[in-house]
């Protein structure tokens, strides 16, 4: 997996990938309900080297966080995994001791430049360096940034009575990845109504991977992006929209939005940055025979 960072422009803004780390552990079985392997023989001219192992027995993926620079504010999309965090339940994160913010440094960042965060959903993938561990607390990582989120998804992991197997570990996220934030005053939750947030930026409710989950769009000077979160987890989604993925929780809301999503960037001309794609995890979205398909850029 490259580290490396590539800027792209949206209009008047760029867009540039932090990299956390890769996913090499699950096979498509593991990872698709539906899946079949007919599909590696019907997509072998899209499937690039980087999208499967070279036993093509392995979906890889990746875990990153998004920084746009719009002239006015520097904004974070998702916040990765974080480090020294307790994950009994998902051992590929549990106490991860990763470069992260020396990437992001080298991405032209230091934490305290940061001005907004803004979460897709609260996830562990996605909100883990919302805080660092400091003298045994843990404590906002960019300190003058608002993090902004879901209202609903919050409330539905703040009550008990969805404390289920499937949320175990989400249980755990919350207690050290989102409630010091509410904590120090930073939090900024919202409901999605379709308005500009910041900077041309907006969320868009695709639940079903979660309970409050969001893509996040931006328009840049009559340029377009979408941030899709985890509506889609792999390329080969693009091609199969109807194949949920492990992780989603509400699996007909799951699809209505992945078919969302592909219809908006499809539409929009919008270049598509996904949260766990593997590669540059960045490409354009087009209709074919009543379908998609994928190409990277």
Do not use: C
């Not at 023989?41 to 093509?56: E, F, I, K, V």
């Amino acid at each position: 997996m490259s580290y490396e960072s590539k800027i792209y422009k949206v209009g008047d803004a760029t867009v540039t990938r932090v990299s956390e780390l890769a996913l090499t552990t699950f096979t498509p079985e593991m990872l698709f309900q539906g899946w079949h392997p007919d599909v590696l023989q019907d997509h072998a001219t899209w499937l690039s080297p980087g999208s499967m192992d070279d036993a093509r027995q392995r979906a890889l993926m990746s875990v990153h966080t998004w920084v746009i620079q719009t002239g006015r504010h520097t904004i974070l999309i998702d916040t990765g995994v974080g480090n020294d965090k307790n994950r009994p339940f998902t051992p590929m994160f549990d106490h991860l001791q990763l470069p992260y913010l020396a990437r992001l440094k080298a991405a032209g960042v230091e934490p305290e430049a940061v001005d907004f965060v803004l979460l897709t959903h609260l996830h562990v993938d996605h909100v883990g360096w919302n805080t660092r561990l400091v003298d045994g607390n843990w404590v906002p990582t960019f300190p003058n940034a608002k993090y902004l989120f879901s209202r609903d998804e919050y409330q539905y992991f703040a009550d008990q009575r969805n404390h289920s197997e499937r949320n175990k570990t989400s249980f755990i996220v919350q207690q050290d990845s989102v409630l010091p934030i509410v904590r120090a005053g930073l939090a900024q939750m919202i409901d999605f109504d379709g308005k500009e947030v910041i900077d041309g930026l907006t969320f868009h409710p695709t639940v079903g991977h979660s309970f409050g989950h969001a893509s996040i769009s931006l328009n840049s000077a009559g340029e377009r992006a979408l941030f899709s979160g985890d509506v889609l987890h792999h390329p080969i989604q693009i091609h199969r929209p109807e194949w949920n993925s492990r992780f989603d929780a509400f699996p007909e809301q799951a699809r209505a939005s992945r078919r969302w999503a592909l219809d908006y960037a499809a539409d929009n001309n919008a270049m598509f940055f996904s949260s766990h794609f593997p590669e540059t995890s960045v490409g354009q979205v087009t209709r074919k025979d009543g379908g998609f398909e994928w190409r990277y850029v």
